[in-house]
């Protein structure tokens, strides 16, 4: 299977928790994690498909519909409600 690209638009971004939590960090084997504190976030998205652009009408022949919830804690991720993003879906090689 070749990979596969979807069109998906945020919709929504909702707050895990009342309060920022520490997340430990791992940079590499052998060291120690470091803590941040970060607010974790849950995104929405569903696919796209506007009639009036082609390209969405392209991204609906294969998937005409859909959604994506994702978790998230990693403060450097950021998905703003009412933008578009592709995802793409690679095979993994689990030999």
């Given at each position: 299977m070749a990979t596969t690209r979807a069109k998906f638009r945020?919709?929504?971004?909702?707050?895990?928790?009342?309060a920022p939590v520490e997340v430990k960090r791992y940079t590499g084997a052998g060291?120690?994690?470091?803590?941040?504190?970060t607010w974790p976030r849950t995104y929405r998205f569903?696919?796209?498909?506007?009639?009036?652009?082609?390209e969405d009408q392209r991204y609906a022949q294969a998937t005409p519909s859909g959604q994506l919830t994702i978790a998230v804690d990693?403060?450097?991720?950021?998905?703003?409600?009412?933008?578009?993003?592709?995802?793409?879906?690679?095979p993994v090689d689990e030999a």
């Open positions: 945020c919709h929504s971004v909702e707050q895990s928790t009342s060291q120690e994690p470091t803590g941040i504190m569903t696919a796209m498909y506007d009639t009036t652009v082609p990693n403060p450097a991720v950021v998905f703003e409600p009412g933008k578009s993003y592709y995802l793409d879906f690679t």
